[in-house]
Every structure is written in structure tokens, then in C-alpha cells.
């Protein structure tokens, strides 16, 4: 039995403007903002992150108070930090980064933005390269990324019965 949903023009709108969202991150991951807010100290200013980026001070301030919104930094006065439970995904040197599946999603997009024109056609769309390199870089160290972050759980879950944690 399904059970029907009751839709309010909120929920509607919430779902078509859901990839601001994940294109701020994608901006955020490629610009590799986590990694400099955490490279020199805990915490940096707007201007501080332009000038090691080499960007407008004005679309800096955008994004960085984008990521506030979305809770994937704290802001302190004037000053941006990335929580630590965030650094472990975000930040490159991290053994948990979740950077390289991020971009290869990132590279995605532009074939489901247009979904429509396959449907219309049945044909698959021609996509933007960024490189073959590259996407292929970001495509095969995401999919380690992920296979090393559902790895554990998956031993966990499977070990035969009658041993032990520690063999």
C-alpha cells in the first residue's frame, strides 16, 4: 500500500533550487576552500582566503557565507572555520576526503541538467569534457574514496560467525 504525499508549493520550490546547494559545495571543493581555511590557522577572514586563492574578495564572501548557511563552516565574528567533523571529508589531506567523488559528481551535472533533451530524443547527450584526465582521475580516487569509507562497515557486517574483531 503507498501512501500518498501532500505537496506545498515550499516543498516544490525546496526540490528545484536543491542544487544551489551542491554546486556551492562543488565550487567550494574545486576552489579547495576547506583545505586553505585549515592550511595556516584555525580560522581566517574573507580577505584572507582571496588573497591564497587568488579570487574576487566579493564572491569569496558569497560562497563562504553560502557554506555558513549550509552548516559546512562556522563563522566566528569575521573569521570562517571548518568544523572538525567536516575536515575529515573536506579538507585534502585528510585520509577520509571525500574531495575527488565530489568533483566527479561535479562533472555530472551538466548531463542531468539536460535530462530533458535525452528524453526528448532518446538519445544520450553530448557532455562537456573537462578533461578527460582529470575525470578520470577524480572518478577513480572518489570510487577508492568511497570503497574506503564503507570498507570497515562492510567487514564488520559480514564477518563469519564465531570470529572475532581482532583477527
Partial sequence: MTTETTWSATAI??????YWQSCALHAAVNLDIFTVLTHECECQTTKEVALLLECDERGVASLLNALVAMKLLNKKGECFLVPKDARRFLVSSSSEYLGKIIMHYHH????????????????????????DEQERENYQLGMFNLAMTIAPQTCRANRPSGTSSSS
Fill in 13 to 18: 520550490l525546496e526540490m528545484a533550487t536543491g
Fill in 108 to 131: 555530472l551535472v551538466g548531463g542531468w541538467a539536460q535530462l530533458d533533451q535525452a528524453v526528448r530524443t532518446g538519445k544520450p547527450i553530448n557532455m562537456r569534457s573537462h578533461g
